[in-house]
Structure formats: C-alpha cells, structure tokens
C-alpha cells in the first residue's frame, strides 16, 4: 500500500536552531515529491517540490531514493517558520496527481 | 487573480440529510481535486477530474459520495444521507494540468459537521 509517514506530530524548536522534519514513503512507481505548508488561518500552499531543487524560505528537501524519505531541513529557524508542515508524494496511486499526504508536522518556533 | 474559492465554509446538518459542497477552481486549471481531513488525521484524496471527467473514483469512501464538474470549470460534491463519520474539512484544489510536477492549488476548505 501506498503510505507516508511523517513520525514527529509536534516538534518544538528555539529560534535560530536547525529544523529536520522527517518524510519516508512507500512507493509503486516513482512519484514526484511534495512538501506543502499550511500557516495559522491560511490555506494550505505548496513549499518545495523535488524536481525544481530550489530552497524556499530557507528550506530544502533531499530525496534519498535508497531510504525512500524525502527530509525537509532549515538551518535556522525563523518564529514565522511556525506552521503545520505535510510531506506529499503524488502519482502513487496510479494516474493523475493525486496527492498522498503524511499526517503532517507541527513545527514551533519558540523565542 | 482569484484563488480557488469553497462554499460554504461551514455546514452543519443533521444525520440522514444530503448536502452539496461547491468547489470553483482558477479559471483554465483543468485539473480538479478533492480532499478530505478528519479531525486528529492527514489528508485524504477523494476523486479528481481531467476536465469534466472523473478517472479516478477510488478514493470515494462510499457509495454515498459523488462528484460531478460541469464546464471544466465548477465542481459540487455531494453527500447523501450523511452520517457522524462524514464530518470533516473537505478541501478542493486545482492545478494547470494533471502532471505529477504541477502545483495544487487549495481552497479554503468546508467545514462540515454533521448532527
């Protein structure tokens, strides 16, 4: 079956401390890769994806095809940083770009 | 521009009843998604639609659960006879195309409650 797993539901950090949000999949294929992020009273939008190996707002994400995780990583955080994260391959299931999300992340960044 | 827009934002209905969620996506995205999120887990994919048509239907829980878009454009999920278990966050989202690459774009979300 398809899955993500997402270990962490909370992880708190100081401010300026290293972030790692942990994403390991179980694929069929081989999916693009997501992180999508969800600020407090916004919609969920996306972050990063893999395929334009960009860093956004500090963040990036390393696929490792042997480990299948796809880690999201900031060197320091920020206090806007505080959000509830989701790591969400898509095209898992067959056909389209249908999205299979963790349950997602709760990052806070504390003073 | 406009975004993708939800409505209502918040249903509250009784058990039994049916009830009809509206999803307007950005204009010329001709791929349509539905989510849902039960409180306490992730998301969880429903259906999409390739224009007005709906070739992945596996993620509709039950035979209660239907969608339709009309137009390439407006989509409505319906539930009917609605029980406690549907009560939820009924996200909709569209992108460009259905490539795997392409961004989703979200809306606002319903929020259904069902008595």
């Known amino acids: 079956a398809q899955r993500v797993t997402q270990p962490e539901k909370l992880l708190s950090v100081f401010k300026g401390a290293p972030v790692e949000l942990k994403c390991n999949y179980s694929?069929?294929?081989?999916?693009?890769l997501f992180w999508y992020v969800q600020y407090s009273r916004q919609r969920l939008q996306l972050l990063l994806r893999?395929?334009s190996r960009e860093s956004i707002k500090g963040f990036t994400a390393d696929l490792n095809k042997g480990e299948t995780s796809f880690h999201l990583k900031k060197p320091f955080a920020q206090e806007e940083d505080s959000a509830m994260y989701y790591c969400?391959?898509?095209?898992?299931?067959?056909?389209?770009?249908?999205?299979?999300f963790g349950t997602g992340t709760q990052l806070k960044v504390e003073l | 521009g406009a975004g993708v827009s939800q409505s209502p934002s918040n249903k509250v209905t009784e058990k039994g009843k049916d009830v009809e969620l509206r999803c307007d996506p950005i204009?010329?995205?001709?791929?349509l998604y539905w989510y849902r999120q039960r409180l306490g887990q992730g998301l969880e994919f429903l259906i999409y639609?390739?224009?007005?048509?709906?070739?992945?239907k596996s993620g509709l829980p039950s035979d209660r659960f239907s969608a339709e878009r009309t137009g390439e454009s407006v989509s409505t999920l319906t539930i009917q006879r609605t029980q406690q278990e549907d009560s939820a966050v009924y996200l909709c989202?569209?992108?460009?195309?259905?490539?795997?690459?392409?961004?989703?774009?979200f809306g606002p979300g319903t929020r259904l409650t069902v008595l």
């Open positions: 893999h395929i």
């Open positions: 694929y069929s294929g081989s999916p693009e």
């Open positions: 989202a569209s992108s460009r195309d259905i490539l795997s690459y392409n961004e989703q774009f």
């Open positions: 204009s010329g995205h001709t791929a």
């Open positions: 969400a391959p898509s095209g898992l299931t067959g056909g389209g770009n249908k999205l299979t």
């Open positions: 639609f390739q224009g007005n048509s709906a070739p992945d």
